[in-house]
Structures are given as structure tokens and as C-alpha cells.
């Protein structure tokens, strides 16, 4: 049985930084490509950043590219995704997830965290 389970996230002041960390167990991560996505409170879960399995390719959605980098460490079974000059717009529950093949869309991942809140104060 896959399981995800995200943390690092936290309270932090706009222009900030934090690294948040996925840890996979059940499977080997390095089979799977990975992502991040996030909800904010009444707003639909977006796309916030993937990277393939070998971590050769990346992509990021517009509102994070240039601010936050996603990178995995496949021989820790470990997603992260570090975050600087951070925004009161990036307040949200992140979610790291796993699946076949790398996707801005959430329906193409297969195994899911449970989130953890990251909350930027203006």
C-alpha cells in the first residue's frame, strides 16, 4: 500500500521561505513521477509544480516559477518542494502526489498525502 505523507509546512511571513518534504513508502518513488498541487479555502486544487521520475524534467505553474523548485531524492523515497518569497496568495494545503506520467492535471496521479497547511501573513 502507497502512502504519502507531506510535512514542513507552517506559518510564515510574506517574503519567507519553507521546504516542504514528501515522504513515499509502499512504493519505490523512483518508478513514478511526482507533483505538487495546493487548495486554498473555497478555490478548486490547482497545479503548483511536477518533476519527472529521473528529475530531468520539471515544470511549474506561472504563479510559483522563479520562486519555488521542486526536486526529489529517489534514493530517500523524498518529494520536496522548497518555496522562497512567499506570498499571501500561496497560503494553502499542499499536496504531494504520485503517478504515471508527469501532469499539470490532477486526474493523471494515482496516490495522494494528506496535505499540509502552509499559511503566508502579509
Known amino acids: 500500500q502507497v502512502q504519502l505523507v507531506e510535512s514542513g509546512g507552517g506559518l510564515v511571513q510574506a517574503g519567507g521561505s519553507l521546504r516542504l518534504s514528501c515522504a513515499a513508502s509502499?512504493?519505490?518513488?523512483?518508478?513514478?513521477?511526482m507533483g505538487w498541487f495546493r487548495q486554498a479555502p473555497g478555490k478548486e486544487r490547482e497545479f503548483v509544480a511536477f518533476i519527472s521520475r529521473t528529475g530531468r524534467t520539471t515544470d511549474y505553474a506561472d504563479s510559483v516559477k522563479g520562486r519555488f523548485t521542486i526536486s526529489r531524492d529517489n534514493a530517500e523515497n523524498t518529494l520536496y518542494l522548497q518555496m522562497n518569497n512567499l506570498k499571501p496568495e500561496d497560503t494553502a494545503v499542499y499536496y504531494c502526489?504520485?503517478?504515471?506520467?508527469?501532469?499539470?492535471?490532477?486526474?493523471?496521479?494515482?496516490?495522494w498525502g494528506q496535505g499540509t497547511q502552509v499559511t503566508v501573513s502579509s
Open positions: 502526489a504520485m503517478g504515471p506520467i508527469s501532469s499539470r492535471r490532477a486526474m493523471f496521479y494515482d496516490y
Open positions: 509502499g512504493r519505490t518513488s523512483s518508478t513514478y513521477d
